[in-house]
T-cell receptor, first 111, second 115 residues
Framework: SQQGEEDPQALSIQEGENATMNCSYK?????LQWYRQNSGRGLVHLIL?????REKHSGRLRVTLDTSKKSSSLLITASRAADTASYFC???????????FGKGTKLSVIP | NAGVMQNPRHLVRRRGQEARLRCSPM?????VYWYRQLPEEGLKFMVY????????ESGMPKERFSAEFPKEGPSILRIQQVVRGDSAAYFC?????????????FGPGTRLLVL
């Protein structure tokens, strides 16, 4: 299965620092998406990057995709306490509607 | 534009009872997906439906679980004779009709606790 796996499992940083989370997957993909989940809540879609794209930005978020290494990274710049959440990558295969999620990275931003 | 709505948000059932989880997709979305999340885990795909059709139920347990998305009304995930292992958060997502394999918009989830 094309399972995304994030690392680190947990990350604790000071407010204002940058946070980098990584995701690796196993098989070819059509797109890779990042979601945020606050404790006990639903998932919020952050950004989608397609397999023919290498980098994408959205506000303080920067996502890279390296299909040769089957990996992606999510960078959150100038982190805020409100960024505290779990972050999941999810892969979508060509012609597939299933999203395959990793276990997530739990980010804590300390004020 | 209201997002994906799910109810109830929390559901407590005793072993052997039935659980019914409801999902109303975003306006204009005709594709619905159900996922299950165990504690400290990522989401696992269960089923993909369009109006009146089950497109892919490969992630659904073979017994006790069923899903529907009728012409009118919300999508329903039904779990019969619940067991403790069914305790999890169940998320519904929806997407617009033409790009079903891309962004999925998630609801707040239903947290099922089986006593």
């Amino acid at each position: 299965s094309q399972q995304g796996e994030e690392d680190p499992q947990a990350l604790s940083i000071q407010e204002g620092e940058n946070a980098t989370m990584n995701c690796s997957y196993k098989t070819s993909i059509n797109n890779l998406q990042w979601y945020r989940q606050n404790s006990g809540r639903g998932l919020v879609h952050l950004i989608l990057i397609r397999s023919n794209e290498r980098e994408k930005h959205s506000g303080r978020l920067r996502v890279t995709l390296d299909t040769s290494k089957k990996s992606s990274s999510l960078l959150i710049t100038a982190s805020r306490a409100a960024d505290t959440a779990s972050y999941f990558c999810a892969t979508g295969g060509a012609g597939s509607y299933q999203l395959t999620f990793g276990k997530g990275t739990k980010l804590s931003v300390i004020p | 534009n209201a997002g994906v709505m799910q109810n109830p948000r929390h559901l407590v059932r005793r072993r052997g009872q039935e659980a019914r989880l409801r999902c109303s997709p975003m306006k204009g979305h005709s594709h619905v997906y159900w996922y299950r999340q165990l504690p400290e885990e990522g989401l696992k795909f269960m089923v993909y439906l369009q109006k009146e059709n089950i497109i892919d139920e490969s992630g659904m347990p073979k017994e006790r679980f069923s899903a529907e998305f009728p012409k009118e009304g919300p999508s329903i995930l039904r779990i019969q004779q619940v067991v403790r292992g069914d305790s999890a958060a169940y998320f519904c997502a929806s997407s617009p009709p033409l790009v079903a394999e891309e962004t999925q918009y998630f609801g707040p989830g239903t947290r099922l606790l089986v006593l």
